[in-house]
């Protein structure tokens, strides 16, 4: 079946720019996360929406970022007035139940380059 | 912050060989999770350990996990060029619903 899907792979936008990455998890999956990974370093937790709602925003590093679930299916992370200090990559992630027992299936990223 | 450290960092060895890689975390977890990852994308999930296993196998994959040292190990046999990639360990810690990486090993196979 298919994946956690990414869209776009890459963007490219300028400082002080608004952004939006959007995630389509895995078909009946419940629980979302986001993450994001800066170059040679392991992922770092975002936020996690189980259903609709964000159960955990609190590594979203400022109110900056923000993200949505309208429908607890696809997720938009969005993130206003672009820094350099953004430019990561964003990994989305979806697991059957947001109990932490179980796998979560990441999607291949939107690698993210704010000049 | 991230709560795993792993060790070495950077591991290259010649095919058929074994590869060990450790990861050491600091608080209590639920389990501690496996990934690899190609070319800096997406992660795949490779092995899952609860916090009352001690060991898991998985083709020519080992996990151990110790609770009392805070330490896990995974341990790669008769490696493959293939094989080539990061390699991190996530807790799932008690009471949160997220993942906690650790930095990774970048493991090279050599053939």
């Known amino acids: 079946g298919a994946g956690v899907s990414q869209t776009p792979s890459n963007k490219v936008t300028e400082k002080g720019k608004y952004v939006e990455l959007r995630c389509d998890p895995i078909s009946g999956h419940t629980a979302l996360y986001w993450y994001r990974q800066s170059l040679g370093q392991g992922p770092e937790f975002l936020i996690y929406f189980q259903g609709t709602g964000a159960a955990d925003d609190s590594g979203l590093p400022n109110d900056r970022f923000f993200a949505v679930r309208p429908e607890g299916s696809v997720s938009t992370l969005k993130i206003q007035r672009t820094e350099r200090g953004d430019s990561a990559v964003y990994l989305c992630a979806s697991s059957s139940s947001g109990t932490g027992f179980n796998e979560q299936f990441f999607g291949p990223g939107t690698r993210l380059t704010v000049l | 912050s991230q709560q795993g450290e792993e060790d070495p960092q950077a591991l290259s060895i010649q095919e058929g060989e074994n590869a060990t890689m450790n990861c050491s975390y600091k608080?209590?977890?639920?389990?501690l999770q496996w990934y690899r990852q190609n070319s800096g994308r997406g992660l795949v999930h490779l092995i899952l350990?609860?916090?009352?296993?001690r060991e898991k196998h998985s083709g020519r994959l080992r996990v151990t996990l110790d609770t009392s040292k805070k330490s896990s190990s995974l341990l790669i046999t008769a490696s493959r060029a293939a094989d080539t990639a990061s390699y991190f360990c996530a807790t799932a810690l008690q009471g949160a619903q997220k993942l906690v990486f650790g930095q990774g090993t970048r493991l090279t196979i050599n053939p």
């Open positions: 350990i609860r916090s009352n296993e």
């Open positions: 608080t209590s977890i639920n389990n």
